[in-house]
């Protein structure tokens, strides 16, 4: 089974999922700071209370943004895990022994699942992820913003 295509499909879903659910809020803030319709600001300046316009309508559109991306993240963050999961179990095992591996995981002092699985493919398997095209920090960051 190839894992990495079903990876690969599902961050591409994720990916086209936050830009759809996100885009109406990123629109309306967009709107808000320019000061288009249905968001201009007719206010007579002489009762100003300091404010600035659609404050509330721009910190709730803010806020769906934040939230649809953390959601999002954290799809991320189960996709990887799952990934993970599969590269050490049956599905995966090419060259290894499953029962083994799955057996190591828990031994692993990597201080986080994703740290016990880094030090398991380091220590067992000869896989350097430091070597790869995204950063340990990076990858540890997904695994503590969720």
């Known amino acids: 089974m190839n894992l990495l295509y079903f990876l690969k499909t599902r961050l591409r879903f994720i990916e086209q999922l936050y830009d759809g659910a996100a885009a109406p ?23 100003y209370d300091g404010e600035p316009a659609f404050l509330t309508e721009w910190q709730e559109a803010d806020d769906s943004v934040i ?3 953390h959601w999002c993240l954290c799809m991320v963050q189960a996709s990887l895990k799952a990934y993970l999961e599969e590269c050490i179990g049956p599905s995966g095992a ?33 896989v350097d992820w430091s070597t790869g095209p995204v950063s340990l920090d990076e990858l540890e960051q997904l695994n503590l913003t969720t």
């Open 67 to 69: 939230v649809i991306g």
């Open 94 to 126: 090419y060259w290894w022994d499953p029962k083994h591996l799955r057996g190591e995981l828990p031994k692993k002092q990597g201080g986080s699942w994703f740290g016990r699985y880094r030090l398991l493919f380091l220590e067992d398997l000869g």
């Open 25 to 47: 809020f990123v629109e309306t803030k967009r709107q808000i700071e320019a000061g288009e319709q249905p968001y201009v600001d007719n206010r007579d300046p002489e009762y």
